[in-house]
């Protein structure tokens, strides 16, 4: 083990997916080989994040991931749970973590009256594990055969020029569906970001984020909280109020007020409000408690759209994955193996 910490993460991080993926290969006996079976139900639940009545309907769905940034370890277990109904699909999400991180990049008044925003001083670009927060991703196949073969780690690629690899799909045409719960830009608006993935490169300059995109949205969304010279915040919580929360809802944000803050006070660094659009399809509630986040959602279970999974087919099995964020921007927990949806 002590050889293991004086590696440069990115080289631990190459070796688990060299690992993990020889595992994956290795057969039934070997790899994580699970199918979570959706429970049909008249009238699906009323979405609040807790594991309600409703749900002890269905078999709960259990998973590890491994190689993350401060998780124990480096890993996780979870659990999941899926209902569904004549035109909507569900899902309860539960997984340990030890902390909850909300403190995402805010600003913070200095004792001269100037204004900095907290960073990660290890931060050379893409890979805050300091001022973050916590997320978690379900990676769907829509038209990958790699993936259906070896889940997420077929999407999985270092040593190109980025820190902590790129996400791509193999061929031109495959696609993959993401649903990526972010807890300070999404959760609290009751939302997870639909992205998809498709086979993009990665190059620093046109394709900076390789495959990985978002849905089309017609309004809404996330944006620094900063003003043009990017020197300090532009809005505020009400009643110029410092922070937490970490984050201001745009229909709630005020003009900013220096006079209102002392030093060490700090004002958040991100604006909020729901997606409208293709982007907003994925509805979601959320609690935090004991060590362990619960996050309750829903989709119809056809959206029409050409970036997400349609589940069109009821007797089809559908391949997916999962990743965790333990207030880390890239370094996840990742799932091994292929996992299954079936439709009971």
């Not at 340990?96 to 805010?106: G, L």
């Not at 020197?231 to 745009?250: E, H, M, R, S, T």
């Not at 029409?304 to 370094?331: M, P, T």
Request: glycine residues 10%; proline residues 5%.
């Amino acid at each position: 083990m002590r050889t293991i910490r004086k590696l440069p993460w990115v080289t631990v991080f190459t070796l688990l997916i060299l690992g993990v993926g020889l595992l994956a290969m290795a057969g039934p006996s070997m790899a994580q080989q699970n199918v979570l079976v959706a429970k049909k139900v008249a009238t699906g639940p009323a979405l609040d994040g807790t594991l309600k009545d409703i749900w002890k309907q269905a078999s709960p769905f259990t998973f590890k991931v491994v190689g993350g940034r401060h998780l124990t370890g480096g890993s996780t277990d979870g659990t999941l749970r899926a209902l569904y109904t004549n035109d909507m699909v569900y899902f309860l999400f539960q997984y340990k973590d030890p902390t909850e991180s909300v403190h995402r990049a805010p600003w913070q008044k200095q004792a001269d009256g100037s204004w900095k925003k907290l960073r990660d001083p290890e931060d050379k670009g893409g890979d805050n594990n300091l001022y973050y927060e916590d997320k978690f991703a379900i990676l769907w196949n829509i038209s990958s055969p790699a993936f259906e073969q070896r889940g997420c780690l077929s999407t999985c690629h270092t040593g190109e020029g980025k820190a902590f690899g790129n996400k791509y799909t193999k061929d031109a045409g495959e696609r993959l569906d993401m649903w990526h719960w972010k807890g300070v830009r999404t959760g609290p608006v009751g939302q997870i970001d639909d992205q998809w993935v498709d086979n993009t490169r990665y190059d620093k300059d046109k394709a900076p984020e390789a495959g990985r995109k978002s849905d089309p949205k017609t309004a809404g969304g996330y944006a620094d909280n900063q003003t043009a010279d990017k020197k300090g915040p532009q809005f505020a919580l009400k009643g110029n109020k410092p922070a937490p929360p970490y984050w201001i809802v745009d229909s709630e944000k005020e003009a900013f007020d220096d006079s209102k803050y002392k030093s060490g006070d700090e004002v958040p660094g991100i604006i909020i409000s729901p997606f409208t659009g293709d982007r907003g399809d994925l509805a979601a509630k959320y609690t935090y408690k004991g060590g362990v986040r619960t996050v309750e959602l829903s989709r119809k279970l056809v959206t029409g759209s050409e970036f997400d999974v349609q589940f069109s087919d009821l007797k089809k099995e559908y391949a997916f994955g999962v990743a965790v964020f333990d207030n880390a921007q890239v370094r996840h927990a990742f799932s091994t193996g292929v996992f299954k949806l079936k439709f009971e």
